[in-house]
């Protein structure tokens, strides 16, 4: 069973609009989260992490995360076809060596029509 | 900056074959790893690298064999292909082990006929 549950698969949003992606882990010593962005054909690239409960703000992408509910969120404002990707949450325990062992949800993907 | 090297980008495999994907990094990194990428299923850990000479299974290491040849490069093998299997493989990354900033190549896309 997979341990970091993504929704929804996939999300379409007009140009200039809101995208909000979201992701809960089942597993309780997963506190530390990642977000990384993966276009068609390329690897994933992190676009930020987020470790303590509240807002996370980096320019158009703020992160939410809820430590209690162990749900994190990702709002990208003001979308532009080029955010048009695979999104997946990753998360770990952050002890320690633990910090690099990832486990990744199935992604959402989303699409921003022009 | 730096970069990560996948060989080969693409991959076709007979039934029970050894196949061998290569990773190289020039980051100076210490850490490095290999994923497993399924359409659905998101990215599961195959192996990791703490540092050079060391190994470590992830979720995914039964049927896979991994190597780290020295500090920048890091090889998979699977050891015996299965019958209509694809995936793509990736190999990531990052300064050391107690960061979740890895860098990722572009894959390698293994097909099994």
């Known amino acids: 069973q997979q341990k970091v549950q993504q929704s929804p698969e996939s999300l379409s949003v007009p140009e200039g609009g809101m995208a909000s992606l979201n992701c809960t882990s089942s597993?309780?010593?997963?506190?530390y989260f990642w977000w990384y962005r993966q276009h068609s054909g390329e690897g994933p690239k992190a676009l930020m992490?987020?470790?303590?409960?509240g807002d996370k703000k980096e320019g158009r992408f703020t992160a939410h995360l809820n430590k209690a509910s162990l749900h994190v969120s990702l709002h990208i404002r003001d979308s532009q076809p080029s955010d048009s990707a695979l999104y997946f949450c990753?998360?770990?325990?952050?002890?320690?060596?633990?910090?690099?062992?990832?486990?990744f949800g199935a992604g959402t993907q989303l699409i921003v029509i022009p | 900056g730096g970069i990560i090297t996948q060989t080969p980008k693409f991959l076709i495999g007979q039934e029970g074959q050894k196949l061998t994907l290569k990773c190289q990094q020039n980051?100076?990194?210490?850490?490095m790893y290999w994923y497993r990428q399924d359409s659905g299923k998101g990215l599961r850990l195959i192996y990791y690298s703490i540092t050079e000479n060391d190994l470590q299974k992830g979720d995914l290491s039964e049927g896979y064999d991994a190597s780290r040849e020295k500090k920048s490069s890091f090889s998979l093998t699977v050891t015996s292909a299965q019958k209509n299997e694809m995936a793509v493989f990736l190999c990531?990354?990052?300064?050391?082990?107690?960061?979740?900033?890895?860098?990722f190549g572009e894959g390698s896309k293994l097909t099994v006929l």
């Open positions: 980051f100076n990194h210490d850490t």
């Open positions: 992490s987020i470790f303590s409960d």
């Open positions: 990531a990354s990052s300064r050391t082990v107690n960061t979740g900033q890895l860098y």
């Open positions: 990753a998360a770990s325990e952050g002890r320690g060596s633990a910090l690099g062992r990832l486990h």
């Open positions: 597993d309780r010593n997963f506190q």
